[in-house]
């Protein structure tokens, strides 16, 4: 399984990105499949997944702001980013489940200044 996240950049604070992560494969046959972040000199945080139930779960830190959403057809995930804050700066990761296996993909890089 490869991801291709992608959508990254530079935004002020109160700004809206949109990333995508494109799966080298359908992504009916993942568990899960959501996006991971890491801010400088902190551990890797969960951000946003859909459930193997279909469901999805958000971190605390981001639920009103930001959007989880998947287009079966391009076996592509995207997270919608709104009212971004600096807190937010850091590289975002996707990740795929599949048959006990978490599969990463490169990180992009969201920066939000203030």
């Known amino acids: 399984v490869q991801l291709q996240a992608s959508g990254g950049g530079l935004v002020q604070a109160g700004g809206s990105l949109r990333l995508s992560c494109a799966a080298s494969e359908s992504i009916f046959g993942f568990n899960a499949m959501g996006w991971f972040r890491q801010a400088p000199g902190e551990q890797r945080d969960f951000v946003a997944a859909f459930t193997s139930t279909g469901g999805t779960n958000y971190a605390d830190s981001v639920k009103g702001r930001f959007t989880i959403s998947r287009d079966n057809a391009k076996n592509t995930v995207y997270l919608q980013m709104n009212s971004l804050k600096p807190d937010d700066t850091a590289v975002y990761y996707c990740?795929?489940?599949?048959?006990?296996?978490?599969?990463w993909g490169k990180g992009t890089l969201v920066t939000v200044s203030s």
């Open positions: 990740i795929a489940d599949q048959r006990g296996e978490r599969y």
